[in-house]
């Protein structure tokens, strides 16, 4: 490479002398880039003048010294103010006669960097014949000769100006081509529409935004290019923008079901627009704001759960004890069913603690098709043999990633209501899924029962409503909304033409790979536990170790290779599993930690491991499991 660049460098410098006129090349800092042969000839300037660096005003001043410029009383002024016009400079023509009686012609051309080419050409024989020709011609008058003399002039000059222009012209192209370049890599469609609605700009990007219309545009009327709905959705705010109101606002494109943001900016020849597809921003917003609603909901309900129970706790206790006390039998018969019904005010409690409480989503790859076969043979059991549960879905091959545990407890859910719907009747529960565009994933649930009355389609999402009477609790449909809007989806519902129809969407994301095989270290003391969840964990692809002690765990959880810790909590021995990942902890453990419990939720050493660390209850599944192995060490 080295020698390459030294020969592109020999031939130019080989090429610039074998001009003939005097060429130099300052750059923004007035030094100077480079000169040719004639230049340093023409001047008979010395070496040092003519190299890369050296200073424009040594040169000045070396020329004024010299008397170039004729006689000059104050160099150093001469040489500021030389130095000050090169700083502003400008394209120029101009003709000198030199101290030594030669006349020669500059004409210097800014450079789009910075600096400036100058080229200066000895005219000394072309004047001379001018004079010659003045002298010998006695029928020409002065005034034509003056006129000719001007006209050669003033065509020279011409000749420096088209030059600039056209180095003008050359740069504004440059500039408008980086322009188009940058405008047309953005995520967004940029374009400009006149006082009559066509589109004269446009970087081609509106097909990214909106799948179903084109990306040349230019020529066509706003109305067309974006279609009949789209366009009925802005038209109020783009009329605003035509008499001079700028706006940005959202809509929701009915075809692909995108949510775009659009920014409609007039000017004084039309409006100037942005649009942006900002759907997944939107679903994240979604799952942030329902994080914040079940946030609001712990605190208001904590405190009120907390009393309740305890008021519970009271009331079985005083029933127990007046069933020990002799009594009527109607008696009896009241004192069973207030322990019924406390009973059933404590299970309604430890629902609400689910709904309310912290929960994350934990998206994994997922098998559609699998997914749909495990939740028919989970499901099919629970419903009469006279109600058949029928699935149909379009095969999508690649593994989408979705919170497997969530959507199986939300579908479930929605078949067991389905079922109650039916009642005693035979019928069909369809379960239905299908992608919208590359947008949603769109389950549909729906059954030949009664469907819903009016008083349920405007109330089926509030808390504690319900239609079962004694039999439901009223917060199944409550929670599959809040897990969904937990993952950034939506959950509408209706009646269809022989039932209800409940519609779940949840984002459409592809997993681009397998995960990772990781291997984990199981702690567990109970064989046959450990052994289930082992087979769980090796049929998942992951290679498995074991220990049946905490002090088993310490030994193995430091190997190298190792890169999750799954233990139970209870283990044989004095130090609990909360203990043994304190310990590797403070050892410096990188593996990602995860425990397993089956004591209750308000167990104390339940309730400490939680706080530290991710946390499963069993019994579990695979499909629970899973997400918790893609968990980072904290």
Same mark, same amino acid.
């Not at 660390?613 to 599944?621: D, E, G, Q, R, S």
């Given at each position: 490479?080295?020698?390459?660049?030294?020969?592109?460098?020999?031939?130019?410098?080989?090429?610039?002398?074998? &001009?003939?006129?005097?060429?130099?090349? =300052?750059?923004?800092?007035?030094?100077?880039?480079?000169?040719?042969?004639? @230049?340093?000839?023409?001047?008979?300037?010395?070496?040092?003048?003519?190299?890369?660096?050296?200073?424009?005003?040594?040169?000045?001043?070396?020329?004024?010294?010299?008397?170039?410029?004729?006689?000059?009383?104050?160099?150093?002024?001469?040489?500021?103010?030389?130095?000050?016009?090169?700083?502003?400079?400008?394209?120029?023509?101009?003709?000198?006669?030199?101290?030594?009686?030669?006349?020669?012609?500059?004409?210097?051309?800014?450079?789009?960097?910075?600096?400036?080419?100058?080229?200066?050409?000895?005219?000394?024989?072309?004047?001379?014949?001018?004079?010659?020709?003045?002298?010998?011609?006695?029928?020409?008058?002065?005034?034509?000769?003056?006129?000719?003399?001007?006209?050669? !002039?003033?065509?020279?000059?011409?000749? /420096?100006?088209?030059?600039?222009?056209?180095?003008?012209?050359?740069?504004?192209?440059?500039?408008?081509?980086? /322009?188009?370049?940058?405008?047309?890599?953005?995520? /967004?469609?940029?374009?400009?529409?006149?006082? +009559?609605?066509? =589109?004269? =700009?446009?970087?081609?990007?509106? +097909?990214?935004? &909106?799948?179903?219309?084109?990306?040349?545009?230019?020529?066509?009327?706003?109305?067309?290019?974006?279609?009949?709905?789209?366009?009925?959705?802005?038209?109020?705010?783009?009329?605003?923008?035509?008499?001079?109101?700028?706006?940005?606002?959202?809509?929701?494109?009915?075809?692909?079901?995108?949510?775009?943001?659009?920014?409609?900016?007039?000017?004084?020849?039309?409006?100037?627009?942005?649009?942006?597809?900002?759907?997944?921003?939107?679903?994240?917003?979604?799952?942030?704001?329902?994080?914040?609603?079940?946030?609001?909901?712990?605190?208001?309900?904590?405190?009120?759960?907390?009393?309740?129970?305890? #008021?519970?706790?009271?009331?079985?206790?005083?029933?127990?004890?007046?069933?020990?006390?002799?009594?009527?039998?109607?008696?009896?018969?009241?004192?069973?069913?207030?322990?019924?019904?406390?009973?059933?005010?404590?299970?309604?409690?430890?629902? &609400?603690?689910?709904?309310?409480?912290?929960?994350?989503?934990?998206?994994?790859?997922?098998?559609?098709?699998? @997914?749909?076969?495990?939740?028919?043979?989970?499901?099919?059991?629970?419903?009469?043999?006279?109600?058949?549960?029928? +699935?149909?879905?379009?095969?999508?091959?690649?593994?989408?990633?979705?919170?497997?545990?969530?959507?199986?407890?939300?579908?479930?859910?929605? &078949?067991?209501?389905?079922?109650?719907?039916?009642?005693?009747?035979?019928?069909?529960?369809?379960?239905?899924?299908?992608?919208?565009?590359?947008?949603?994933?769109?389950?549909?649930?729906?059954?030949?029962?009664?469907?819903?009355?009016?008083? /349920?389609?405007?109330?089926?999402?509030?808390?504690?409503?319900?239609?079962?009477?004694?039999?439901?609790?009223?917060?199944?449909?409550?929670?599959?909304?809040?897990?969904? !809007?937990?993952?950034?989806?939506? #959950?509408?519902?209706? *009646?269809?033409?022989?039932?209800?129809?409940?519609?779940?969407?949840?984002?459409?994301? @592809?997993?681009?790979?397998?995960?990772?095989?990781?291997?984990?270290?199981?702690?567990?003391?109970?064989?046959?536990?450990?052994?289930?969840?082992?087979?769980?964990?090796?049929?998942?692809?992951?290679?498995?170790?074991?220990?049946?002690?905490?002090?088993?765990?310490?030994?193995?959880?430091?190997?190298?290779?190792? *890169?999750?810790?799954?233990?139970?909590?209870?283990?044989?021995?004095?130090?609990?599993?909360?203990?043994?990942?304190?310990?590797?902890?403070?050892?410096? #453990?990188?593996?990602?930690?995860?425990?397993?419990? +089956?004591?209750?939720?308000?167990?104390?050493?339940?309730?400490?491991?939680?706080?530290?660390?991710?946390?499963?209850?069993?019994?579990?599944?695979?499909?629970?499991?899973?997400?918790?192995?893609? #968990?980072?060490?904290?």
């Amino acid at each position: 490479m080295a020698t390459s660049n030294a020969k592109n460098e020999k031939l130019t410098r080989a090429g610039l002398n074998l &001009i003939g006129q005097a060429l130099s090349i =300052y750059d923004s800092d007035l030094c100077c880039v480079r000169v040719n042969r004639p @230049f340093k000839e023409m001047f008979d300037l010395p070496e040092m003048l003519c190299l890369p660096g050296a200073d424009f005003s040594e040169t000045i001043r070396f020329l004024a010294t010299r008397g170039e410029y004729g006689e000059v009383d104050d160099v150093d002024g001469f040489v500021s103010i030389r130095v000050e016009q090169a700083r502003a400079f400008k394209a120029h023509y101009m003709e000198r006669t030199r101290a030594n009686g030669r006349t020669i012609s500059v004409e210097g051309s800014p450079l789009p960097g910075g600096g400036w080419v100058t080229v200066y050409t000895d005219i000394t024989a072309i004047k001379d014949q001018e004079k010659l020709l003045y002298a010998r011609t006695d029928e020409l008058s002065d005034q034509v000769l003056a006129h000719t003399e001007h006209l050669a !002039k003033t065509n020279r000059e011409l000749a /420096a100006t088209n030059a600039a222009l056209q180095e003008a012209k050359h740069q504004l192209t440059e500039m408008e081509a980086r /322009a188009r370049i940058t405008t047309e890599m953005m995520p /967004a469609h940029i374009a400009h529409v006149d006082r +009559s609605g066509i =589109y004269t =700009y446009s970087n081609l990007r509106l +097909s990214s935004i &909106i799948p179903s219309r084109p990306s040349d545009i230019i020529g066509m009327h706003i109305s067309a290019a974006l279609g009949k709905s789209a366009f009925a959705k802005i038209k109020e705010n783009y009329q605003k923008a035509c008499h001079g109101t700028a706006s940005v606002f959202e809509f929701t494109d009915d075809d692909s079901s995108r949510r775009i943001r659009v920014a409609f900016n007039p000017d004084q020849h039309g409006v100037y627009i942005l649009s942006m597809d900002v759907t997944e921003e939107t679903q994240t917003r979604n799952a942030l704001a329902q994080t914040h609603k079940r946030e609001l909901a712990v605190q208001l309900t904590s405190g009120m759960a907390h009393d309740f129970a305890n #008021l519970l706790t009271i009331i079985l206790g005083m029933q127990s004890r007046l069933a020990k006390m002799d009594q009527p039998a109607e008696a009896a018969k009241m004192i069973t069913a207030t322990q019924s019904a406390a009973r059933r005010g404590g299970s309604l409690l430890n629902r &609400i603690a689910s709904m309310s409480g912290p929960r994350q989503i934990h998206p994994t790859p997922v098998d559609l098709k699998q @997914f749909i076969n495990d939740l028919e043979t989970i499901a099919t059991p629970t419903l009469p043999s006279g109600v058949k549960l029928q +699935s149909r879905f379009k095969r999508i091959e690649q593994p989408l990633l979705l919170d497997a545990g969530s959507l199986q407890d939300s579908l479930l859910n929605l &078949i067991l209501n389905a079922k109650d719907a039916i009642g005693n009747n035979t019928g069909e529960i369809n379960l239905k899924c299908r992608s919208v565009r590359d947008t949603w994933l769109e389950i549909t649930v729906s059954d030949t029962g009664s469907g819903f009355s009016q008083e /349920a389609l405007k109330h089926a999402l509030d808390p504690f409503f319900t239609t079962k009477g004694g039999e439901g609790s009223g917060l199944g449909l409550s929670m599959v909304y809040d897990l969904t !809007k937990l993952a950034g989806g939506d #959950l509408k519902f209706a *009646n269809g033409a022989l039932g209800a129809v409940i519609t779940l969407r949840l984002p459409l994301r @592809f997993s681009s790979a397998k995960p990772a095989a990781k291997m984990v270290l199981l702690v567990e003391d109970s064989d046959d536990i450990r052994a289930s969840i082992r087979e769980m964990l090796t049929e998942m692809g992951h290679k498995v170790i074991e220990a049946t002690s905490a002090e088993e765990g310490c030994a193995l959880a430091m190997l190298e290779g190792v *890169n999750f810790v799954l233990s139970d909590i209870s283990l044989i021995g004095e130090t609990t599993g909360v203990e043994m990942l304190d310990q590797l902890t403070q050892k410096g #453990l990188k593996a990602a930690t995860c425990l397993m419990t +089956s004591l209750p939720a308000d167990n104390p050493i339940r309730v400490a491991g939680a706080k530290r660390y991710a946390l499963i209850a069993k019994p579990f599944t695979a499909t629970d499991l899973a997400p918790y192995l893609t #968990l980072e060490p904290k």
